[in-house]
């Protein structure tokens, strides 16, 4: 997968669009995807890679996309033996560092979708980093 | 000449017939080794040499039928507890188990020796029809069990099956916990091994294989 090119959009500011290579601001994310669900359920999974192309930490605090209700970022743990996830009000990334969102460990949480989503739709997320930046990501919805 | 040639052929012999038991002494050797070293726990399964009987629980499957110990019999089982609001684990375990599924089925009689049951620990939300629904997606084989929560709550504990469902009231989206494994039920309705988290369904059909191997190997 090639890493997409990401868009930042600034909150306050609206004309001004800035390419992926920016190295002030810079967070690139690939192989975002939403798994497919059986048909009328609530929640789904969306996951990603994300890389942070700064010499100092991003801080993703929230994520939000007109496709579904609420989405939230969630992780799944262990606890007791068992397997449960817990809300991340914020993840750090790393100077230079990466995190991925993969199944059994960081996912986007995406519920209430607000049409069938079936393989190959596409999804627009945005992902919020403190600071105001926010990132539309194009994810694919896979089964 | 003749007495050398004898006494020559005599050791030879024997010599021949010491390394002949040497080697099938080796290969015996190799042999339980490597029986042994299947039936280690790894990453994947454990298999437990004296596999468990399990004992009489009533609960109902998608269909609204009875699921009960008998339901156990003559197949090989793969139970996994979960629930249908599970954006995560099971979702990702399913699809998992459904890859199984389609490699286990491509050896001979493979489909018809086994059953994947998906147990939702959340009755209150997990009706008959969306179990149905839910598993359907993944495998049309696949069959979609709940009950009432003691009777869950009795094969769980007969398994070892942690979980724990967090009703809140007022709360949609409630938490539920539960373990990610999957427990091997064999054709006698005894837990005979269990499959470790993260899962991936051409391990699992392989160390399934292996433990089929094993139980053919132990029959004869």
Known sequence: ?????????????????????????????????????????????????????????????????????????HRTIAKDGMAGMVHQPQIELAPNGSLVFAPGGYHLMLMTPKRALRAGDPVVINLEFRGGLVLPVAFEVRK | MHRISLKFSIMITTVALAATLAGVWLAEIYRQHDSRAMLLPDRVMTLFPDPKPLTAFALTDDGKRVFDLAALKGKWSFLFFGFTHCPDVCPTTLA???????????????????????????????????????????????????????QIGNL??????????????????????????VFLVDPQARYHAVFTPPHDGEAISKRFKVVRELVRGKAT
Not at chain 1, 32 to 37: D, L
Not at chain 2, 109 to 138: H, N, W
């Open chain 1, 1 to 73: 997968m090639r890493w997409q090119v990401p868009v930042f959009v600034c909150l306050a500011s609206v004309l001004s669009v800035v390419p992926a290579a920016s190295k002030d601001t810079g967070v690139s994310v690939r192989d975002a995807w939403i798994r497919e669900t059986p048909p009328g359920m609530a929640m789904m999974a969306g996951y990603m890679e994300l890389r942070n192309n700064t010499s100092r930490p991003q801080v993703l605090v929230a994520a939000s996309s007109a496709e579904f209700g609420s989405v939230m970022i």
């Open chain 2, 96 to 150: 998992e188990l459904a890859r199984a599924h389609d490699e286990i089925a491509k050896s001979k009689g493979g489909a018809e020796m086994v059953q994947f049951v998906f147990i939702s620990v959340d009755p209150s939300r997990d009706t008959a029809s969306k179990l149905r629904q839910y598993v359907d997606y993944f495998d049309a084989t696949f069959v979609g069990v709940t009950g009432d929560n003691a």
């Open chain 2, 156 to 181: 769980a504990g007969q398994l070892g099956a942690a979980y724990q469902v967090a009703i809140t009231p007022g709360m949609e989206n409630y938490p539920v916990y539960h373990t990610a494994a």
